[in-house]
């Protein structure tokens, strides 16, 4: 499945395995990148969001029924892309967030990827694909650690499983949780033209 990128949109890592350390929902974690990463979302959070995100929304595909297992750490956005092998293009805007902290989760269970119908381009000699639904075993979320916001979900392809045994494994939350609150939208005050000044002969 190609990376499916969200709200902007959006492997190998030897990673030392650290703990997330979390005050008032605020985590300060230094990754093996050696950069300082700093997130409003805990842990406990960032698992809830990214069950949320993980479902499967009748479009491109999702999780079906609940993992079995749950991974991941905070890191740098352009280490979570290397992470799943899909490193970002310097020529794109998306570079200019590579060191953006965010919270890489993965998840391990049933899931199922939707290829749409396609009904091909004779002139591109480009077929036709009726559709098809594809299963997979491990899934993908990366999510803003500042804003818990989702950033993009992968569906990892069957036999193609990637290791995550560089990544804590992250319980579920049995409790309440509170997820962040998103800052309302100020509004925009339209600002009277000045009046030009009064021409003297």
Do not use: C
């Amino acid at each position: 499945m190609p990376f499916q990128s969200k709200s902007l949109q959006l492997k190998i890592v030897i990673g030392i395995m650290l703990g997330v350390v979390a005050v008032a929902f605020a985590a300060i974690v230094r990754t093996d990148t050696g950069i300082a990463q700093t997130s409003n979302i805990s842990a406990d959070q960032a698992v809830v969001l990214a069950l949320s995100y993980a479902k499967d929304n009748g479009l491109w595909g999702g999780m079906v029924g609940q993992p079995t297992e749950i991974r991941g750490r905070i890191m740098p956005f352009g280490q979570a892309r290397q992470f799943l092998l899909s490193p970002i293009d310097p020529n794109t805007v998306m570079y200019t967030m590579r060191d953006n902290p965010v919270w890489l989760i993965m998840l391990r269970g049933n899931f199922i990827g939707h290829i749409q119908a396609f009904p091909g381009l004779p002139s591109k000699n480009l077929p036709s694909n009726p559709g098809r639904d594809d299963l997979h075993s491990q899934m993908a979320v990366i999510i803003d650690a500042n804003t818990g916001d989702g950033i993009a979900d992968v569906l990892v392809p069957l036999g193609k499983e990637l290791s995550v045994i560089s990544l804590p494994v992250l319980n579920r939350p049995t409790g309440s949780i509170s997820l962040p609150t998103r800052l309302p939208i100020v509004p925009v005050t339209p600002v009277a033209p000045a009046t030009p000044a009064p021409l003297h002969p």
